[in-house]
T-cell receptor, first 116, second 117 residues
Framework: EAQVTQNPRYLITVTGKKLTVTCSQNMNHEYMSWYRQDPGLGLRQIYYSMNVEVTDKGDVPEGYKVSRKEKRNFPLILESPSPNQTSLYFC???????????????FGAGTRLSVL | AQSVTQLDSHVSVSEGTPVLLRCNYSSSYSPSLFWYVQHPNKGLQLLLKYTSAATLVKGINGFEAEFKKSETSFHLTKPSAHMSDAAEYFCVVSGFVWKTSYDKVIFGPGTSLSVIP
């Protein structure tokens, strides 16, 4: 079954304690991205990756890091979490290739993070 | 630059009555447009997409949307609401990024749909 898997689904942590949210897709997609969802703001892109070892900042990258060492995995790293990073996070993947006319995104189930 | 506006943050309808969720977009190039739905405590699911073919697009669960270039709109409709339609709906624009083969994806702020029995 084609899917995007995020872990953990729920996480409560304290300010400054490094954490990683994992994301894995089994569709061989080149493009992956991370979003945060906050009330009234929709989804805002944090980082995206166009392929292995190719990443770039989205609209709200401050306080986050990512890596793309393998095609299937795209972890989100919070080196020193702060309360303003309390949010619902989604990982997504897609072919995102205009030549193919295919840029539907497939989303993980989300990770709800609370930073105290 | 691209942007998406969803004109209503919340819409409430009675079961069996029509649904209209409004979306306007701004894009320098011919965009692709999508509607995604998010049910409570779930991820996002694609409802339908427009990619420069037919302007009236049919999606899952009886939803459809019409692309109107002159009005820069992509409103989502359904003739008869069902209780299971209660969810958050996001309009999304995907458009050209200069010197790449990739598109920039921008989400609208979302519209929460409530369905009253």
């Amino acid at each position: 079954e084609a899917q995007v898997t995020q872990n953990p689904r729920y996480l409560i942590t304290v300010t400054g304690k490094k954490l990683t949210v994992t994301c894995s897709q089994n569709m061989n997609h080149e493009y992956m991205s991370w979003y945060r969802q906050d009330p009234g703001l929709g989804l805002r892109q944090i980082y995206y990756s166009m392929n292995v070892e190719v990443t770039d900042k989205g609209d709200v990258p401050e306080g986050y890091k990512v890596s793309r060492k393998e095609k299937r995995n795209f972890p989100l790293i919070l080196e020193s979490p702060s309360p303003n990073q309390t949010s619902l996070y989604f990982c997504a993947s897609s072919l995102n290739d205009r030549g193919l006319g295919e840029n539907i995104q497939y989303f993980g189930a989300g990770t709800r993070l609370s930073v105290l | 630059a691209q942007s998406v506006t969803q004109l209503d943050s919340h819409v409430s309808v009675s079961e069996g009555t029509p649904v209209l969720l409004r979306c306007n977009y701004s894009s320098s190039y011919s965009p692709s447009l999508f509607w995604y739905v998010q049910h409570p405590n779930k991820g996002l699911q694609l409802l339908l997409k427009y990619t420069s073919a037919a302007t009236l697009v049919k999606g899952i669960n009886g939803f459809e949307a019409e692309f109107k270039k002159s009005e820069t709109s992509f409103h989502l409709t359904k003739p008869s609401a069902h209780m299971s339609d209660a969810a958050e709906y996001f309009c999304v624009v995907s458009g050209f990024v200069w010197k790449t083969s990739y598109d920039k994806v921008i989400f609208g702020p979302g519209t929460s749909l409530s369905v009253i029995p």
